[in-house]
């Protein structure tokens, strides 16, 4: 299965987005130097599959057509040593589909003549808003000179074109998203039978890290979080740098990237051969709390009522734990929502409010935090949404008491 099979289909649906007389550019990501490695812009590489820098793509819909042209950086023979070549345009259009392939330093001169020529109206770019205090991003500088060379053009926000698309995944997405989520599991896997206590918790990434290049996988979907005791009560802890205790549990919150797609999994599990009393029965509560909000998922549900449900079982949880005497205090255990759209971005552009339809891509992923106790257990898993209800993605890594002690004993007896 190859992109450039699905690349017409989504400029199909694109044009359905547009109305005649507007037009989309996109960037694609700059060049990165030193030890960093290229990651390319998501939109610009669910429209192309090129994964090079400082290109650009131009689409106008005009009487019902699109037009589309790809501009990619030009070969310079002596800098070829140096770097490398450039992508040759029949390379290009090998991959993208794209015919019309012409060189980045015509752009500038280009833009303003297609935009009048085709009278567009409405440019939509792939922009980002920057902070106040930081300079103008360059394509949102773009946009601010675009409105000036045409004046009476509009410049707006592409995510708001291409969430519909993006948020129903194609066969090829789906196979990306199952190769980053197996190599993860895979990763997992290794940490379960062979993390013991007194090893530091980066030790644990690295074992995930390894089985990823290993599987040709380069690039992880987000930073990974390997949080064990106290630290698994942190959202967002990714320092990944403390000695790895006895009688505790490590929080893995982890997930490959493929072609861009990515992996999100989080599994919570003892470092010794059995959770501890406590542990065990706050995972139990987060675990058959994870298993009732699967069980809602189907087209037409929305995630505003996985989110409230959800809420409403950490509250009586929190109440069976012992940890509140108020519902209002749930939120002390409990501070994130039940998940989000996955995809290009681990946080994709599907909206937090969305009814559930076929073919998107959802976690589900129940937590609490007692920092008090040195507890922290969260239990997250890929959704596929089908027509008849879901396919949870990453089935197969286990998250069960039974699973992972039956695992931790025989890894600590080899």
């Known amino acids: 299965m ?31 130097h030193g030890v960093n490695r290229f990651e390319q812009d998501k ?3 669910y429209f ?20 589309s042209t790809l501009y990619i950086e030009r070969n310079i023979p002596e800098r070829i040593v140096w770097d490398g070549a450039k992508m040759y345009p029949e390379e290009a259009t090998e991959i993208s589909t794209i015919k019309n392939v012409q060189f980045t330093d015509l752009f500038e001169a280009n833009i303003t003549t297609i935009m009048a020529f085709n009278g567009v109206r409405k440019v939509y770019c792939n922009y980002q ?7 103008l991003d360059s394509r949102l500088f773009f946009a601010e000179e675009l409105k000036k060379r045409v004046p009476g053009i509009e410049v707006g926000d592409f995510t708001d074109i291409v969430r519909p698309l993006r948020q129903i995944k194609d066969e090829f997405e789906l196979e990306q998203l199952q190769y980053a989520i197996d190599v993860t599991g895979q990763g997992l896997d290794e940490i379960f039978n062979y993390a013991e206590a007194g090893m530091f918790e980066f030790e644990l990434e690295a074992m995930l890290y390894n089985e990823m290049l290993s599987s040709g996988f380069r690039f992880w979907g987000f930073t990974p979080i390997i949080a064990s005791g106290k630290n698994a009560a942190t959202l967002h802890y990714i320092d990944n740098d403390t000695e790895i205790d006895k009688d505790t ?20 599990f003892p470092i010794g051969e059995k959770f501890t009393p406590r542990a065990k029965e706050v995972y139990q509560e987060v675990l058959a709390i994870q298993k009732e909000i699967i069980e809602m998922i189907k087209p037409g549900v929305s995630m505003m009522q996985l989110n409230d449900k959800t809420n409403e079982l950490i509250t009586k949880a929190c109440h069976k734990l012992g940890l509140i005497k108020e519902d209002s205090e749930f939120r002390k255990y409990y501070m994130h929502s039940i998940g989000h759209h ?6 994709d552009v599907g909206a937090r409010n969305s009814n559930l339809e ?15 106790e040195s507890i922290g257990v969260r239990i997250e898993d890929d959704i596929l949404v089908t027509e008849s209800g879901y396919k949870v993605l990453s089935g197969a890594i286990p998250k069960e008491v039974s699973e992972l002690e039956a695992i931790r004993k025989a890894s600590l007896h080899r």
């Open 129 to 135: 808003i920057g902070e106040m205090n930081k300079p």
């Open 43 to 45: 939109n610009f590489l």
């Open 249 to 268: 549990m490590v929080l893995c919150d982890v997930g490959a990237s493929s072609y861009g797609y990515s992996a999100d999994i989080t599994r919570t």
């Open 342 to 347: 996955l995809g290009l971005d681990t946080h």
């Open 48 to 67: 192309t599959g090129l994964e090079i820098a400082n290109a650009r793509l131009v689409v106008v819909k005009n009487s019902d057509k699109l037009n």
């Open 358 to 372: 076929a073919g998107m891509v959802i976690t589900i992923e129940p937590g609490l935090y007692i920092p008090e």
């Open 2 to 32: 190859e992109i450039r099979d699905f690349i017409p289909k989504r400029f199909e649906k694109l044009a359905e987005q547009l109305n005649n007389n507007e037009a989309v550019i996109l960037f694609s990501n700059d060049p990165v």
